[in-house]
């Protein structure tokens, strides 16, 4: 008779979760880029306390350091930005660390702003918008912008 070893717990459970684990990790850090889509962090202040969120590193006098430069450049009339990425948002500044602040519903959004980031070495344009009654920042790639009007730089 030829038996087969029977597998051991570690080889059934615990290997497969550590790949799992270990995936996690090395794809979005200990959450995934959607968590916070699903969970969104829950910051209650205390009864006549206001609370204002920082995001990012701060400095020991509580400062937020800058890191991009932004270049202001004019407003474009007639700008008008395509979105149709349902995981799309809007951001507090033009800052990929900066807050999200909304959500952008699949449509077409003209913009009132438009500045130039610096970001890991290259210049990113970021667009101001008004989406779901909210002002934001959008990143213009092809990730989140389907298009532009042929009158945005």
Known sequence: MNQQPRESLSSRIVAPLLVVVLGAILVG?????????????????????????????????????ATTSASPTPPVAGCVLTISNPFASIREEPSHSSMEVGDVPQG????????????????????????????????????LVESKSSECP
């Open 29 to 65: 850090g200990s959450a995934p880029w959607w968590w916070e889509r699903i969970f969104p962090p829950r910051v209650t202040p205390s009864p006549g306390q206001t609370f204002t969120p920082t995001v990012g590193p701060t400095t020991a006098s509580g400062e937020t350091p």
């Open 108 to 143: 077409e959004y003209p913009t009132s702003n438009t500045r130039i980031v610096n970001w890991g070495g290259r210049d990113e344009r970021w667009f101001e918008i008004t989406a779901s009654g909210r002002t934001g920042w959008i990143v213009y790639d092809n990730i």
